[in-house]
């Protein structure tokens, strides 16, 4: 799926910053894909870059500095038990969006999946749900910068690091996707790195390697009120944070609409989510609760100088790892913020091309980069972390729960689209074509629509206890509302209608099992699969 041959068919160009995007007309075919409507940008992601940002890209503030919190609030068993639940929750939504992303790998992803299988009005929404998601998720990230850099100093200006990565993750998104990429994998790489050592290490300073030479074991777990911290409220305000820590995942799909033999790449990037989960989401939590008692000074407030894994590397005896790991942190928080800036530019490009939004958003670049919707959503972004003059620790604890809550909205609508896919699929005779089929079709898509909608609603259970909190209320509620507006406002405003099973349409920007490249057979070609998989 080059640019030259897409030029040589349908002779368009992309050389100028101002060329837009041609609109789709019924009839263009693609090979095996059949109709093109959003497949119009450049597929730059190889497999080790689409991998390693799987695995890596998206940890970033929720696990690094939301974990303290949590603990704070929670206890070690509610942050060990809630990282678990929404991990599976997780996994199976991923097996229902991996299966839809291989067979339609736009950069809308399950937005574009909500329109086309469910209703015009579903996909209208979850967009610009999904698009405020990104735009929060980048603002948070540049906040964060700042309570991260508490570690070292508080005389740095507020906004100058802020500012300066702003700038930085816009250049990487608005050059080449391959900048994108290429920043992501190192980013990502070193993340993971951290997070081998960090669970290695925690081993080490639980069986007696700290400074006091004593071993911890569950100590930690048996002090005043652990394991289990503020009740069922404390134990139901952790979801929103695990949400915010997991949140992302279901992104990597959006990489999908740039991803070279997507209909190969992305189950296998589906099936690594699990080891992701498992080793970098639970493992952390268990070893976090374990040696971090949860009324360790600082955990508590809101502008919390450290985080668990920098505690965790002080209490190991070296200063000096802990500064490292401060900086890994910083460094994680420029790659999810860069990620989530790439989803948003990506989704504003999709709301252009479904009519969803000003066309303008359609515009290129030479390198077929959509440089008007990377730079709106940047600015948006760039403004809601100038109102953090409210103070940054209060600001990102509301912006943590507003995107927690959209993420599982997120999550419900792919459960929904995937149950309406399969439907599809199956009355139109095509689910022999599917590259890769979810095996927990069908009770893993209910599951994650029943179990996301019951973690919306007690996720929020602290703001009424001890006392009503309206401000936290409205933080952890207000997506609620806007969503359903946005659907009944369009659909009264367009007349949309829900999509019939016989009627979907099955046909644009698909890559059936035919459309898969041939690897190369000998060891050369099993040396590439295992260099892949090792994400080199």
Request: glycine content about 10%.
């Amino acid at each position: 799926m080059t640019s030259a041959y897409r030029e040589e068919k349908f002779g368009y160009q992309t050389d100028g910053l101002t060329e837009p995007v041609p609109e789709y007309q019924a009839g263009q075919e693609f090979g095996h894909h059949g109709h093109i409507a959003e497949d119009q940008l450049r597929r730059s992601l190889s497999a080790r870059q689409v991998q390693m940002i799987a695995i890596g890209g998206t940890i970033g503030t929720g696990l690094f500095l939301g974990t303290g919190k949590a603990l704070s609030t929670g206890g070690p068993a509610s942050l060990l038990i809630c990282y678990f639940i929404v991990g599976c929750i997780v996994f199976v939504t991923m097996l229902s969006l991996g299966e839809m992303a291989a067979y339609v790998p736009v950069a809308g992803s399950f937005c574009t999946f909500a329109g086309r299988f469910v209703d015009d009005s579903f996909g209208f929404a979850l967009t610009w749900n999904y698009w405020f998601n990104d735009a929060v998720s980048t603002a948070a990230d540049l906040v964060a910068l700042q309570l991260v850099l508490q570690y070292w100093t508080d005389t740095f200006p507020w906004y100058a690091l802020g500012l300066v990565v702003w700038v930085i993750i816009v250049l990487a998104n608005i050059i080449n996707v391959r900048a994108y990429g290429e920043i992501e994998y190192w980013l990502s790489l070193l993340k993971v790195l951290t997070i081998v050592i960090f669970i290695i290490l925690s081993i080490a300073v639980n069986a007696g390697g700290n400074t006091t030479g004593t071993y911890i074991g569950g100590r930690n777990w048996r002090i005043d009120d652990a394991p289990f911290v503020g009740g069922i409220g404390g134990f139901a305000s952790v979801f929103v944070t695990a949400s915010f820590a997991y949140g992302g995942t279901e992104s990597i799909a959006i990489t999908a609409g740039e991803t070279r033999d997507p209909a190969r790449q992305l189950p296998r990037v589906v099936k690594n989510v699990f080891w992701r989960i498992l080793l970098f989401y639970v493992l952390s939590a268990l070893m976090i609760g374990l040696n971090v008692p949860y009324n360790y000074p600082g955990l508590s407030t809101k502008t919390a100088k450290t985080s668990p894994f920098t505690i965790a590397f002080t209490m190991a005896g070296s200063k000096i790892a802990g500064s490292f790991v401060n900086a890994v942190i910083l460094t994680s928080i420029v790659s999810a913020g860069n990620h989530a800036l790439f989803a948003g530019s990506r989704l504003l490009f999709t709301l252009g091309i479904n009519g969803h939004a000003p066309k303008v958003f359609t515009k290129l670049t030479r390198f077929q980069v959509p440089w008007v919707a990377v730079l709106f959503t940047s600015i948006c972004s760039g403004l809601l972390f100038g109102a953090s003059f409210i103070g940054a620790g209060q600001l990102w604890t509301w912006l943590q729960n507003i995107v927690g809550v959209s993420n599982q909205l997120s999550w419900i609508s792919i459960g929904i689209a995937s149950l309406r896919f399969r439907a599809g699929m199956k009355v139109q005779g095509k689910e022999h074509l599917l590259p890769f089929k979810n095996w927990t079709y069908p009770w893993g898509p209910v599951l994650a629509v029943v179990l996301n909608s019951f973690l919306i609603l007690v996720q929020g259970w602290s703001c009424f206890s001890p006392s009503f909190a309206p401000v936290d209320f409205v933080s952890y509620y207000i997506e609620l509302p806007i969503m359903l507006i946005m659907i009944v406002a369009w659909k009264l405003i367009k007349g949309t209608k829900f999509q019939r099973a016989s009627e979907m349409d099955l046909v644009t920007d698909v890559y059936t099992k035919e459309d898969i490249e041939p690897e190369e057979k000998g060891w050369k070609g099993k040396g590439k699969r295992f260099g892949t998989l090792l994400c080199f």
